[in-house]
């Protein structure tokens, strides 16, 4: 289908409040939704006057969300409080939703410059977090105003330390790509993405979120597959930032040396919650195995098969595993749907990769890859700060490669 003509759409307004929407993403989801809701009204209005955009992206994923969806209906129909689960449902429909209007919206204006934005607030939120932790170890004056740079243990920007660090690894994933992939379309230097290298690498370790380092490992072996040679050199940075962050002398070292010690104690607090959280979501996946207890009834349910409080609460809502959450509240259906799209997702950002290889294929795919450890220990899949980020960053890289069909 012909792409709306660039008149009748206003690409420049477009492109405009697609920017500030990633721009404010790493800081605030309140004012990147505000900024979505306006490129919606753009976008909707150049349909009015007769634009006509490319639905898309091609390839079936009309049918993985269509299955997705029907599994989610199902579960909510069957779940032990389907009124409950039906309050649920627009965080759900929103999914597809965005990754369409993305996919629609892209192809009209310049994805790279509309990126460099998400970069920018990326770079932002590292630094207001490198100076939470360096002013809470006494390295920088702390602050009580504004709040978003009070000192804090863990970097964390104006967000949970966990999202924090998630952001950090796309943040990395984006820097590493276009290091080793200079983009003509930005023209930037090689020392750009080199200091975001740096700082984005020093937040995601000061974020203490261990999931996020798995997912940078994760993303960093999909580097080492598609750019090994020029990238031992980073790797030989990283480790030596790392380490210095480790030294006995450094302020940062015994808040991180406790972290990696801990890392997989089972009696460490964290890792003994999780591991409730966990067992939790699979009793209820025996007792109800296709469709599960339904779609936000992981809370109602919970105290009933966990009468000890975990973590001092009764209740809990996050399994912190989203393919454990989906087994709990979607049964077996539900997980296989998930990881049905989830690797639809994966296999489109291969495909990019292959096909073109340049920085934005590189950086959507190390950040699905990334995407999908982050899940592992965390319901990032329901955080809006970075399945938003994930989904922009994905439908960007198909959206040029749409343009050169």
Same mark, same amino acid.
């Given at each position: 289908?012909?792409?709306?003509? @660039?008149?009748?759409?206003?690409?420049?307004?477009?492109?405009?409040? /697609?920017?500030?929407?990633? /721009?404010?993403?790493?800081?605030?989801?309140?004012?990147?939704?505000?900024?979505?809701?306006?490129?919606?009204?753009? !976008?909707?209005?150049?349909?009015?006057?007769?634009?006509?955009?490319?639905?898309?992206?091609?390839?079936?994923?009309?049918?993985?969300?269509?299955?997705?969806?029907?599994?989610?209906?199902?579960?909510?129909?069957?779940?032990?409080? $389907?009124?409950?689960?039906?309050?649920?449902?627009?965080?759900?429909?929103?999914?597809?939703?965005?990754?369409?209007?993305? %996919?629609?919206?892209? @192809?009209?204006?310049?994805? @790279?410059? %509309?990126?460099?934005?998400?970069?920018?607030?990326?770079?932002?939120?590292?630094? *207001?977090?490198?100076?939470?932790?360096?002013?809470?170890?006494?390295?920088?004056?702390? =602050?009580?105003?504004?709040?978003?740079?009070? #000192?804090?243990?863990?970097?964390?920007?104006?967000?949970?330390?966990?999202?924090?660090?998630? +952001?950090?690894?796309?943040?990395?994933?984006?820097?590493?790509?276009?290091?080793?992939?200079?983009?003509?379309?930005?023209?930037?230097?090689?020392?750009?993405?080199?200091?975001? =290298?740096?700082?984005? +690498?020093? *937040?995601?370790?000061?974020?203490?979120?261990?999931?996020?380092?798995?997912?940078?490992?994760?993303?960093?072996?999909?580097?080492?597959?598609?750019?090994?040679?020029?990238? &031992?050199? /980073?790797?030989?940075?990283?480790?030596?930032?790392?380490?210095?962050?480790?030294? $006995?002398?450094?302020?940062? +070292?015994?808040?991180?040396?406790?972290? =990696?010690?801990?890392?997989?104690? $089972?009696?460490?607090?964290?890792?003994?919650?999780?591991?409730?959280?966990?067992?939790?979501?699979?009793?209820? #996946?025996?007792?109800? $195995? =296709?469709?599960?207890?339904?779609?936000?009834?992981?809370?109602?349910? !919970? @105290?009933?098969?966990?009468?000890?409080?975990?973590?001092?609460?009764?209740?809990?809502?996050?399994?912190?595993?989203?393919? /454990?959450?989906?087994?709990?509240?979607?049964?077996?259906?539900?997980? *296989?749907?998930?990881?049905?799209?989830?690797?639809?997702?994966?296999?489109?950002?291969?495909?990019?990769?292959?096909?073109?290889?340049?920085?934005?294929?590189?950086?959507?795919?190390?950040?699905?890859?990334?995407?999908?450890?982050?899940?592992?220990?965390?319901?990032?899949?329901?955080? #809006?700060?970075? &399945?938003?980020?994930?989904?922009?960053?994905? %439908?960007?890289?198909?959206?040029?490669?749409?343009?050169?069909?």
């Amino acid at each position: 289908m012909k792409a709306a003509h @660039p008149e009748r759409f206003q690409p420049e307004a477009l492109g405009l409040f /697609l920017a500030l929407f990633a /721009l404010t993403l790493p800081f605030s989801i309140s004012a990147a939704e505000i900024s979505l809701l306006i490129c919606a009204l753009l !976008f909707f209005w150049g349909l009015g006057r007769g634009g006509r955009p490319a639905w898309g992206p091609p390839g079936g994923s009309g049918a993985v969300w269509a299955l997705y969806l029907a599994v989610l209906a199902a579960a909510c129909a069957a779940g032990v409080s $389907p009124l409950r689960s039906l309050h649920f449902l627009n965080k759900e429909l929103h999914k597809p939703a965005l990754f369409l209007f993305f %996919a629609a919206s892209l @192809p009209l204006v310049s994805y @790279p410059r %509309a990126a460099r934005w998400l970069f920018a607030g990326f770079l932002a939120s590292a630094l *207001a977090g490198i100076y939470q932790a360096a002013s809470w170890h006494g390295l920088l004056p702390a =602050l009580a105003h504004p709040f978003w740079l009070r #000192a804090g243990p863990r970097a964390h920007g104006s967000i949970h330390p966990v999202t924090f660090g998630e +952001s950090m690894v796309f943040c990395l994933c984006g820097a590493l790509a276009l290091w080793l992939r200079p983009d003509p379309v930005l023209r930037w230097k090689r020392a750009v993405p080199a200091a975001a =290298l740096g700082l984005g +690498s020093a *937040a995601l370790i000061l974020s203490g979120t261990r999931g996020a380092w798995m997912a940078m490992a994760a993303a960093l072996a999909v580097f080492a597959l598609r750019a090994p040679r020029r990238l &031992w050199p /980073l790797l030989v940075l990283g480790a030596a930032l790392a380490g210095g962050l480790l030294l $006995p002398r450094s302020a940062f +070292s015994p808040f991180l040396r406790e972290r =990696l010690q801990r890392f997989a104690d $089972p009696a460490y607090e964290p890792n003994a919650a999780r591991l409730e959280y966990w067992k939790t979501a699979v009793a209820m #996946a025996k007792d109800r $195995p =296709l469709l599960g207890v339904g779609p936000s009834n992981y809370w109602t349910e !919970f @105290p009933r098969y966990h009468p000890e409080p975990v973590e001092g609460h009764e209740n809990a809502g996050n399994v912190h595993d989203i393919y /454990l959450q989906h087994l709990a509240e979607r049964g077996l259906l539900g997980l *296989a749907a998930l990881l049905l799209l989830f690797a639809w997702l994966w296999s489109r950002a291969l495909a990019d990769e292959l096909a073109r290889a340049d920085a934005w294929s590189l950086w959507s795919l190390s950040a699905a890859t990334a995407f999908l450890v982050m899940n592992l220990t965390e319901s990032s899949w329901q955080v #809006a700060t970075t &399945w938003h980020a994930f989904a922009f960053l994905w %439908a960007g890289s198909r959206s040029l490669g749409a343009k050169e069909l």
